[in-house]
């Protein structure tokens, strides 16, 4: 661009100051250059046929063999023009300043030159300088107006509550829910990213595959890992060390969790190890569906600790649970391991980590492997009162559209099955009433089971915000040597309880042998 400017003012002699290069396009399939300027709209009537014609000549001089049009974009610049047009930047891009903007802290006056004054604190002046924030609103200006722009940053003291708006300064819908939060260190960041600016999304509205995604939350589940170097090579030292680093954790903002990850290099990872459960944190990254569990998984560019207004979050209108059992009653347990529950009484861990906790241990089958769409067509549950065995909550429902053969063939349940069973809005407050004030454990729940609950219970008014055990993740971190970490698989070599794969019960049944197994195993 500044090698085409050039040329272009030596060509003419400067004859032409009023034009301001916007952006080419070059057409391949018909060898056309496409070149668009700026204009003010009051120089724009002064600009006639005559100009027009000799600016087409000097860039037919310039691009030789290309055929090349000229498209003029007509600009007015007063401060209100600007200032909205800031104001859309700062709503995409900088959320968290977006919402501090009132009259007394942007300034913004239109002569020979846009002006744009910001008035904050120290520490959000050194946060927004860090981020290149003048360059890239000055750029913005440049591309979009043809006088020249300047863009300020100027410190001043303004207390926390002036920054304090109004809900209705941004319009809260689906695609547009944030979190207020006030970012705090940085613990890790690829690359030159040294701030997070925008305000996290809430997790729950993350309904698929996306880079760029900011979300926040407390981190919960931490395990610092290595993994095989795929390019190691021993003769070659730029090929890295044979073990990297990476760090897992579940991201948690109330409204749902997502599984994460981050991949520093060795030098990187030390500031990591200070993260921990309960961490509160902003993060950056990509999220994609994962290999593994089919659910989503987010991958971090960076991440800060942070402090979040948990009273900014607005889910639901939550409903209070049943005062009573209407369509599914939950039942004695009466299984094998209610004999069995403390054989080894003797074993501290157990009775310390399960004395004064009423725990549910749940799974679901479903009509597909995709969280954010799938439907339920079958509950189970075994709820636990200082360990033992107290209740079951199991019942098959009916889909709003036939179960895909697909599904049928893994777990089992068919349309017949289901066409006399209740629909999941008779279910599921029968389910929260059978939750309430537990902690929900299962297998890949954080990925899958947990977030399908959450939404479902969003939908009707019934608001999961249980503590979670996620058994996929601990029996990665402590039952180490093992390649496959799916239930089936695990049940079937510890020879849990575990008479029909892929039907809720009796996963359910496996997975609390399991959860037990994993508290032994806990350091």
């Known amino acids: 661009m500044v090698k085409f400017v050039e040329e272009f003012?030596?060509?003419?002699?400067?004859?032409?100051?009023e034009l301001k290069y916007n952006s080419a396009i070059y057409y391949k399939d018909v060898n056309e250059l496409c070149v668009r300027f700026i204009i003010s709209a009051f120089k724009l009537k002064d600009f006639d046929d005559k100009k027009k014609q000799e600016v087409q000549s000097v860039l037919d001089g310039l691009f030789n063999g290309v055929k090349v049009s000229v498209q003029y974009i007509k600009t007015y610049a007063d401060s209100g023009v600007v200032s909205n047009k800031i104001l859309e930047y700062l709503n995409k891009n900088y959320q968290l300043i977006f919402r501090r903007v009132k009259d007394d802290t942007m300034k913004v006056t239109v002569d020979e030159q846009i002006s744009v004054k910001f008035f904050f604190d120290a520490a959000t002046i050194k946060m927004l300088e860090s981020g290149n924030f003048c360059d890239d609103l000055e750029d913005l200006l440049e591309r979009s107006f043809s006088e020249p722009s300047k863009v300020s940053l100027i410190e001043t003291q303004i207390k926390d509550e002036d920054f304090s708006m109004p809900d209705t300064a941004v319009k809260r819908t689906d695609s547009l829910r944030l979190v207020n939060v006030r970012p705090l260190s940085k613990l890790y960041a690829r690359g030159k990213i040294e701030s997070i600016s925008q305000l996290p999304n809430y997790i729950v509205d993350v309904k698929g595959e996306g880079d760029g995604i900011i979300l926040c939350g407390k981190v919960s589940n931490v395990a610092k890992l290595t993994y095989n170097n795929k390019k190691y090579d021993p003769n070659d030292k730029k090929s890295g060390p044979e073990k990297k680093p990476l760090v897992r954790f579940s991201l948690n903002d109330t409204t749902g969790s997502i599984d994460s990850v981050i991949f520093p290099s060795v030098e990187e990872v030390k500031p990591l190890e200070a993260l921990k459960d309960g961490d509160e944190v902003i993060c950056l990254g990509r999220v994609t569906t994962s290999q593994h569990t089919g659910g989503l998984s987010y991958m971090l560019n960076a991440i800060f600790r942070c402090?979040?207004?948990?009273?900014?979050?607005?889910?639901?209108?939550?409903?209070p649970a049943p005062s009573e059992y209407r369509t599914i009653f939950p039942e004695k347990y009466t299984g094998m391991s209610e004999l069995r529950a403390f054989v080894d009484d003797d074993d501290k861990k157990l009775e310390k980590f399960f004395k004064g906790k009423t725990v549910v241990v749940f799974d679901l089958e479903t009509t597909s492997k995709f969280a954010a769409t799938t439907e339920i067509i079958e509950i189970g549950a075994i709820k636990l009162v200082d360990g033992v065995e107290f209740e079951t909550f199991t019942a098959l429902v009916k889909p709003s559209e036939p179960i895909p053969r697909d599904a049928t063939e893994i777990n089992h349940i068919t349309n017949d099955m289901v066409k006399d069973a209740p629909?999941?809005?008779?279910?599921?407050?029968?389910?929260?009433?059978f939750t309430e004030g537990a902690i929900l454990a299962g297998h890949n729940i954080e990925n899958f089971d947990f977030p399908i609950i959450k939404r479902v219970g969003n939908s009707l008014g019934y608001y999961f915000d249980n503590e979670l055990i996620d058994t996929l993740v601990l029996a990665r971190r402590y039952m180490s040597g093992r390649s496959n970490f799916r239930l089936e698989s695990i049940a079937k070599d510890m020879k849990f309880r575990h008479t029909e794969a892929h039907r809720a019960l009796s996963d359910v049944e496996a997975n609390v042998d399991l959860l037990r197994e994993l508290v032994r195993l806990k350091p």
């Open 9 to 17: 003012v030596k060509a003419t002699n400067g004859k032409f100051p």
């Open 307 to 319: 402090e979040i207004d948990f009273s900014s979050i607005h889910t639901v209108i939550q409903k």
């Open 423 to 433: 629909s999941i809005d008779r279910v599921l407050p029968d389910f929260f009433k």
